[in-house]
């Protein structure tokens, strides 16, 4: 399948700023100690072929087949191809007469100092006619070693450098993203973008009402949990007493109605599954980390208590998204991730309780759901779409991060074949040059945005 980024005019009109890492940007090619060519478009007879020092971290643009007058350049984008700096045709260089083939100097794909991760790709158009022919999007090697480094490479080109989400804006979508990029840093060891961790922290902790809390008690969870994260990773006390905040504003909107559980909102219209299996496993991972804690703990397993009693999962052990207003399960859909967190849940306060039994509900949940949506013997998520916008495109990445865990905490590791089966399907049929991830992990049209890329990397993070 062919997975493109959406494509958009850039910055204003203007020469690009130089650039300095390693070398400047601007250096002979003939100096280069190696030659990849990743990628390579045709126009009228011409081939216009990106090449790459992976060693450097530079690349440069080439036209063959031409005739003098043609023009070739390279074109650097730090957000994935999405937006270029409009009219700075970096090297642009014309075919000397008589000749039929140029190239351009060489130019960095990052901005180390900052802090931009870049692509590149090599245009050109022959020198009679306006037509423009351009290569798809690629970038060196560094940091892109392998294909879970590369796929978190490719996710930190979506981190807004100005609001310290992904996206520009994403609130809850930002904080399984974040999650991704954590867990990856701990098990790849690559802490190149370590900084995303504070700076988001940094710029966030004071929005909306504060402390990551805001009218929607899900987002909450989901940023309690990725501060447990952030914490596992640094150390950082702050993160978790961040993470405890959340927990207790979440407590807050605990009551009696349908016997217990958690609000979706802070207007107390409707109790679902997600917010309530994101209080479960925060609840417990803040007892698994805060010695001498009762207070946590007993609100993990009231959870639970709750949860498994409250109807949401159905007859074939899987999650509905919620409850009616008679306190029956609604029987809407069965999204991925309302499979996964609750996976995660259970891990925790197994860790926490040694209560085997939970470990026994997780794998039958876990079976029921490897299966039922899978398509093809790859996991698909139900009503599944072309388009990686919006919140739908995080669920996948959700599940496969509690179905890791669950199978990490399991002696038999019995996900890790599936895990693996469908990590494999998508690094071959979902996956473009740029290392960019699209929505259907066994192939088909899509584009790509950092919410299938996120859900690729905890894909990768929980079977690599």
């Not at 350049?73 to 999405?82: A, C, I, K, M």
């Not at 940091?143 to 480094?149: E, G, I, P, Q, T």
């Not at 804006?169 to 991704?180: D, I, Q, V």
């Not at 993160?239 to 009551?255: C, G, I």
């Amino acid at each position: 399948m062919t997975v493109s980024a959406q494509i958009g005019a850039g910055a204003p009109a203007g020469a690009a700023t130089a650039i300095c890492n390693r070398f400047c940007d601007a250096r002979d090619p003939g100096l280069s100690t190696g030659d990849r060519k990743p990628v390579t478009s045709t126009l009228f007879g011409r081939t216009f072929t990106l090449h790459f020092d992976d060693a450097d971290a530079m690349g440069w643009a080439s036209v063959e087949g031409g005739t003098g007058g043609d023009e070739v350049w390279l074109d650097r984008s730090f957000d994935g191809g999405r937006t270029w700096t409009a009219g700075s045709r970096l090297g642009d260089t014309s075919v000397p007469a008589g000749s039929t083939g140029w190239r351009t100097l060489m130019y960095n794909v990052d901005d180390w100092n900052g802090l931009g991760v870049g692509a590149l790709r090599a245009c050109g158009k022959a020198g009679d006619r306006a037509d423009i022919a351009c290569t798809q999007w690629a970038r060196t090697t560094w940091n892109a070693a392998d294909r879970r480094r590369a796929a978190a490479t490719a996710l930190m080109m979506s981190y807004d450098r100005g609001t310290k989400l992904f996206g520009g804006n994403g609130w809850w979508t930002s904080a399984n993203a974040l999650t991704a990029i954590i867990d990856d840093i701990r098990d790849t060891g690559m802490s190149s973008y370590s900084y995303a961790v504070s700076q988001t922290y940094n710029a966030q902790l004071g929005a909306q009402e504060g402390n990551f809390t805001n009218n929607y008690l899900d987002d909450t969870g989901w940023w309690g949990l990725a501060w447990v994260d952030a914490y596992d990773l640094t150390g950082d006390s702050r993160y978790l007493n961040t993470a405890r905040a959340d927990a207790d504003h979440m407590q807050a909107y605990w009551d009696g109605t349908c016997g217990g559980g958690v609000w979706w909102s802070e207007s107390r219209g409707y109790k679902n599954a997600i917010t309530n299996e994101l209080f479960l496993q925060l609840n417990a991972a803040l007892h698994n980390r805060i010695g001498g804690d009762s207070v946590y703990l007993g609100r993990a397993q009231s959870e639970w208590n709750w949860f498994r009693n409250s109807g949401m999962i159905n007859g074939s052990h899987l999650v509905n998204d919620g409850l009616t207003g008679s306190c029956a399960n609604n029987g809407q859909q069965t999204w991925t991730y309302n499979q996964g967190v609750v996976l995660g849940g259970l891990t925790e306060l197994n860790r926490a309780t040694g209560d085997a039994s939970l470990l026994s509900t997780a794998r039958t949940l876990a079976g029921a759901s490897t299966v039922a949506l899978s398509s093809g013997g790859v996991l698909r998520e139900p009503g599944e779409g072309d388009s990686c916008t919006g919140d739908g495109p995080s669920f996948k990445g959700a599940y496969v991060r509690g179905l890791g865990r669950l199978n990490s905490q399991l002696s038999d590791h019995p996900y890790a074949g599936v895990l693996t089966t469908w990590a494999n399907s998508a690094y071959a049929h979902d996956r473009n040059a740029l290392d960019q991830y699209g929505p259907h992990w066994a192939g088909g049209a899509g584009t790509s945005d950092y919410g299938c890329q996120h859900s690729a990397l905890d894909l990768l993070n929980a079977a690599d």
